[in-house]
């Protein structure tokens, strides 16, 4: 039996952010180029890229680079070249949204597929494996049923988010920024729509709910998931937040790490996909970074409810309540204590979330450096902390965690010694010194001081599992002829490492087989005269050019959610919930407009749409 590589898939905003997530236990990291990047705020350039690339390989580790916006006509030849130097440089894949780039002269670097490429059907997986991606990100929303189905008929390795924030539009189906805003999401330029404070109103103007963040949605958490999530057919388990700092890729990274660790030693037929263990100096625990609170989405449960309309800010973990107010403190029960300098928060009836800096502690009472959030307390309200000093300065001293086991052969040679590494996975080395040899005044004492000096592995990324050491007694060696042998030994075995670390190229030979359906549209993404010929080359006979921009298309679905406004409300009825008459449609209202909602109720499925264009 072949074990099946299970991969943690992190984020890296930068460099720095992607040797933290390898050095915490990532599989692989995916990260922005120069240019077209769907977090336009995190782009790197090719040295960093290349520096990541160098610094993963050591660990068998992969890097993923995201090229997947949609590009226009005059955009497509530096796309193309971009791929040429990153392929170049050992990139081991591109994440791509934009089907030109397939009708383009690509380097034969293997292509996953951008969950912005909206992939929810087994069709439409087909497709894309049958055109030649490697890899394809699933859509948010999927059930284990989904993709269980999914697997079944279809052979290529399967992404999933397992952590991070939501859109609640499906991915590559939001327009409300390009339209409204003249940003576009698809092309890195997301305005944050769901993020905004909305009204809902009924068709007869009345007000259903008031200055809330009626699209904003919880962050998912799948971490109790995994072990169903692999069973299911996932086999790259990803962690979102490319715009998130170090200090929360090392706490998710390594949090999943050990949760993966766990269910993976416990079955034969699962591996890691990269090398190395990692040992923490601190517990994870993923609340305690950036965190909306969390939610398991559409998993298991196809009506959720999965939005914190209260904020769409970080509330972070829940500390206790409040068991009394005093004029200058309060005091706190709970679990956990509070620290100075913390960052703590909570929900206030008519002013919403309220911060509150903790200028000191004593015991369970908390002193405020600013006493107006004070007034606003009240005995029994709960108390969330999304600034944590003590775990912080946790994370920032967290660096290297992950080592590769080595095993070591020690030799005494004619004019020296010879040293031979053996690591992990298999990957041999030898190196030799020249070194005089002198006679030990008591006989056998070279052995141990040759095993405590070849075991020292600080600042390296191996760790030394055991030394056979064959030397005469008689002989002796000062300590720091080991310590050069050794740092030149460890030197000589991770190029050996890098060497023979060659990323996979994938050869796409263009076909025609079958796009899904007869006819495309706005829905598609089509940008550039590339995508069009990749289109027509797959079976589409028509392309409307007047259909092919969201602004161009009256009445076009702003967003397309699975996300429902009334099942979050309690409003839905095919839930059990309150039982409210109201007038359809309904509105949202915020300061850009007023957009209509229309719910698909057989598909679970709600549209917005701006108000008056239907």
């Known amino acids: 039996m072949i074990a099946r590589k299970i991969e943690l898939l992190a984020p890296a905003k930068n460099l720095l952010c992607g040797i933290a997530a390898i050095n915490h236990g990532a599989d692989a990291v995916y990260i922005g180029g120069p240019l077209f990047g769907a977090r336009a705020a995190a782009s790197n350039n090719l040295a960093d890229i290349e520096k990541l690339v160098t610094y993963a390989h050591q660990f068998r580790a992969k890097v993923y680079v995201a090229l997947n916006t949609l590009l226009n006509d005059d955009e497509l030849d530096q796309a193309v070249e971009l791929s040429h130097q990153l392929y170049g440089l050992g990139a081991d894949a591109l994440i791509v949204q934009d089907f030109g780039l397939l009708a383009s002269d690509l380097p034969p670097i293997p292509l996953h597929s951008s969950t912005q490429m909206n992939n929810r059907t087994v069709e439409k997986i087909q497709f894309l494996e049958n055109v030649g991606f490697t890899q394809i990100v699933l859509a948010r929303e999927l059930s284990l049923a989904q993709i269980q189905k999914i697997r079944s008929a279809t052979s290529v390795a399967l992404e999933f988010f397992v952590h991070g924030a939501l859109c609640v539009s499906y991915s590559g189906q939001c327009y409300i920024s390009e339209v409204m805003a003249g940003r576009s999401a698809n092309r890195g330029e997301c305005a944050q729509f769901c993020r905004h404070q909305y009204t809902l109103q009924d068709n007869t103007g009345r007000v259903l709910e008031k200055d809330r963040y009626l699209l904003s949605l919880k962050d998912l958490d799948l971490s109790s998931h995994l072990e169903p999530l692999i069973d299911a057919g996932i086999s790259s388990l990803k962690i979102e937040g490319r715009l998130k700092d170090e200090h929360y890729v090392k706490n998710v990274t390594a949090a999943y790490r050990l949760a993966l660790d766990r269910i993976i030693d416990s079955r034969a037929d699962l591996v890691r996909a990269s090398s190395g263990r990692c040992q923490f100096g601190f517990t994870p625990d993923p609340s305690r970074s950036f965190s909306r609170g ?30 009394a107010v005093e004029a200058r403190c309060f005091i706190l029960e709970g679990e956990d204590a509070a620290h100075n300098g913390d960052g703590l928060c909570f929900f206030h009836p008519k002013n919403g979330l309220i911060g509150v800096r903790v200028n000191r502690v004593e015991g369970q009472k908390i002193y405020p450096k600013d006493g107006t959030a004070q007034l606003l307390l009240a005995v029994g309200t709960e108390i969330f902390r999304n600034a944590d000093t003590h ?77 056979s050491l064959t030397l005469s007694r008689e002989l002796f060696f000062p300590a720091a002829v080991f310590n050069d042998l050794r740092r030149k030994a460890f030197a000589t075995h991770l190029e050996t490492r890098l060497t023979s670390c060659t990323p996979e190229s994938k050869e796409r030979i263009p076909n025609a087989y079958p796009w899904p359906v007869p006819e495309v549209g706005y829905l598609d993404n089509i940008t550039n005269a590339k995508a069009a010929e990749f289109y027509r080359r797959h079976g589409v006979q028509h392309i409307d050019p007047t259909r092919l921009r969201a602004a161009d298309v009256k009445g076009c679905a702003l967003m397309t959610t699975k996300y429902c406004i009334k099942a979050q409300l309690g ?14 449609p309904l509105t949202l ?7 209509t909602l229309g719910f698909d109720c057989d598909q679970c499925e709600m549209t917005v749409t701006k108000k008056g264009t239907l």
């Open 294 to 323: 969390k939610t398991d989405y559409f998993l298991n449960k196809r009506r959720n409810v999965v939005g914190e309309i209260r904020t769409p800010k970080s509330i972070g973990k829940k500390l206790g309540r409040v068991a």
């Open 391 to 467: 775990f912080s300065k946790l994370l920032g001293q967290s660096e290297l965690c992950r080592k590769i086991v080595v095993h070591m052969t020690l030799q005494e040679t004619a004019d020296g010694l010879w040293l031979k590494i053996i690591d992990e996975d298999g990957i041999v080395s030898e190196t030799t010194i020249i070194a005089a040899k002198e006679r030990a005044e008591r006989e056998g004492t070279l052995e141990p001081v040759a095993n405590k000096q070849l075991r020292k592995s600080g600042g390296t990324v191996f760790s030394v599992a055991d030394v």
């Open 571 to 584: 409003i839905c009825p095919q839930s059990k919930g309150k039982i409210e008459t109201f007038e359809e």
């Open 589 to 595: 209202a915020d300061k850009t407009g007023s957009y």
